[in-house]
């Protein structure tokens, strides 16, 4: 006697109630055995795949069905709500059809929407489950409006794509509350990808490792405290010098500490934010004055002898293997400079290029060997069927790491600009620091920068992640603005690349400079 496909079953048994929803719009399970669908890439395949199914003999239904199983099994026990918000693949089809054997509902996400609109969708449904690649679970988990979002009923959460990160997992766990479940997708594309940029970023951190010989942690954590220490010295000083901010009883508006210290109009931006960072320090504090701005209190400062001693620990550490003396003499002959700048008796120097912080002199040896791999293995395993095209957006005029690398390459095959011509590119550099149009490294950078790139380019982006203090004393004060290294990671992802490595790695003696190298890739 011939029996019943489960699946045919689980659609009887569901009945008029809703099984499949989409586009707001919701079929029974009564209706799909009809063949009812409505628009839509899954829903299409879903209704075709059990109209295939209903007639097959039993003996390939039970094969078929054996499959699905091992998938509901996987989601669970019932209540299933089951978002899914996959490009119609297989696997997404056989996610929804264990989920339709399990007693559960199908709700067909669109892969393509604005992120936010994904999360409202998945929220509206009170989904159970939820299953995406896993570039999209990233960027999702990352969104900054994601806690408005009720997604308490989630439980389970299937990304498919290559083998995550440990980082990834947690930050997504943390983010969405749910428990995740990783389905790997073998010999993709993207996978492939990964591990090519994974292998051309070990050959860059071998590359660049004998910059970083002798370096060690306690001696880049030492400098950075005696730098930071010996600025914001010569800061205070200079302001103190006028008689304001030395009196913890007395409070100062900030125009009358402009006006005692005789600051000229160019000046004053940068003043304060000298006031800005010096309270942020703690060495001065600030109050609401109402309609006369900010009000400062200080207190004791140094004298000018224990101002010039501060900066002997710093010199010395530096001395000690980090790097040139010329590049943190400039900032110790700047800042006794200050007085005569602030008040127009000495005017401001004029530089070749934008000045870069001192850290930048200790890292630059290590993260151009770094740039200059990665680009070499990327042209190196170009194939074409065009010219490797190369942007590089640097206001220093490029890195000399990248020129040398893409000489190696026949001169027909490399394409190396440096402004946007309208078309894609296969790699783009960039220097937060010095991006076209910007005050100084921010991460809203970002989404512009991989908008340039070609499917499979690759973004190799220098970045600070510590505050450079010593850039108030000799240049472009918009520069100070920093984000840590997991900052610039949630960018890059939420900006559409699923995969970002960073050089140096996080724990790196070299790391703890500031100074990071972002290696990333779109699909």
């Known amino acids: 006697m011939p029996t019943t496909p489960a699946l045919v079953s689980a659609l009887r048994e569901l009945g008029d109630r809703p099984a499949v929803v989409a586009d707001g719009r919701a079929i029974s399970g009564i209706g799909l055995l009809l063949g009812v669908s409505p628009p839509g890439g899954l829903p299409r395949a879903l209704a075709r795949r059990i109209a295939e199914h209903a007639a097959l003999p039993p003996s390939a239904a039970r094969a078929a069905e054996q499959r699905l199983r091992y998938w509901a099994g996987v989601l669970g026990p019932p209540p299933i709500r089951h978002t899914v918000l996959h490009p119609v693949t297989d696997l997404a089809v056989d996610l929804a059809l264990a989920t339709l054997l399990a007693g559960g509902t199908v709700h067909c996400g669109d892969p393509d929407q604005p992120p936010e609109q994904q999360l409202e969708a998945v929220a509206t449904a009170r989904a159970t489950h939820l299953s995406l690649p896993s570039a999209l679970l ?36 943390d983010a969405l509350g749910a428990v995740l479940a990783h389905v790997r997708a073998p010999d993709s594309n993207a996978e492939a990808a990964d591990r090519r940029l994974r292998a051309d970023a070990a050959t860059a951190s071998a590359a660049a490792w004998k910059y970083g010989i ?52 160019a000046q004053r931006p940068r003043v304060v934010r000298w006031l800005d960072a010096l309270t942020r320090h703690g060495l001065l504090t600030r109050q609401d004055g109402g309609a006369q701005g900010p009000v400062f209190h200080g207190g004791p400062g140094p004298a000018a002898a224990e101002v010039r001693e501060a ?82 957006l640097d206001a220093e005029g490029g890195e000399p790491a990248v020129a040398r690398a893409l000489a190696a ?12 011509d309208g078309g894609r590119y296969d790699v783009v550099i960039a220097s937060a620091g010095g991006l076209a149009g910007t005050g100084g490294p921010s991460t809203e950078d970002v989404p512009t920068l991989v908008q340039l790139l070609s499917p499979g380019g690759r973004l190799l982006l220098l970045a600070p ?10 240049g472009d004060p918009h520069g100070l603005t920093a984000r840590p290294a997991e900052h610039w990671r949630a960018a890059l992802t939420a900006a559409g690349c699923p995969t970002v490595l960073t050089l140096p790695e996080d724990g790196h003696p070299m790391a703890l400079l500031g100074q990071r190298l972002f290696a990333a890739r779109v699909d």
């Open 138 to 173: 990233w960027r999702l988990s990352g969104q900054p409006g994601l806690a408005a979002h009720d997604l308490a009923a989630l439980r389970l959460v299937l990304h498919v794509g290559p083998e995550p990160r440990q980082e990834d997992v947690y930050a997504a766990v």
């Open 214 to 265: 002798g370096v060690t942690a306690e001696q880049v954590h030492d400098f950075g405290a005696q730098l930071d220490r010996a600025v914001l010295a010569a800061l205070l000083h200079t302001l103190q010098q006028s008689d304001v901010l030395t009196d913890p009883a007395r409070g100062h508006p900030e125009a009358e500490v402009l006006a005692a210290a005789m600051v000229t109009p």
């Open 311 to 392: 900066w002997r620990p710093a010199v010395e550490t530096w001395a000690d293997g980090l790097g040139p003396a010329a590049a943190l003499d400039r900032v110790r002959r700047g800042a006794l400079r200050l007085p005569r700048l602030i008040t127009g008796q000495e005017t401001p120097r004029p530089a070749a290029s934008p000045a870069s912080p001192v850290r930048w002199a200790a890292s630059r040896g290590f993260l151009g060997a770094a740039l200059g791999a990665l680009v070499r293995g990327t042209a190196e395993a170009h194939e074409g069927p065009g010219p490797l095209r190369v942007l590089e």
């Open 409 to 420: 390459r026949p001169r027909p095959n490399t394409e190396h600009h440096s402004v946007p």
């Open 465 to 474: 992640t510590t505050e450079q203090l010593d850039l108030l004393i000799t």
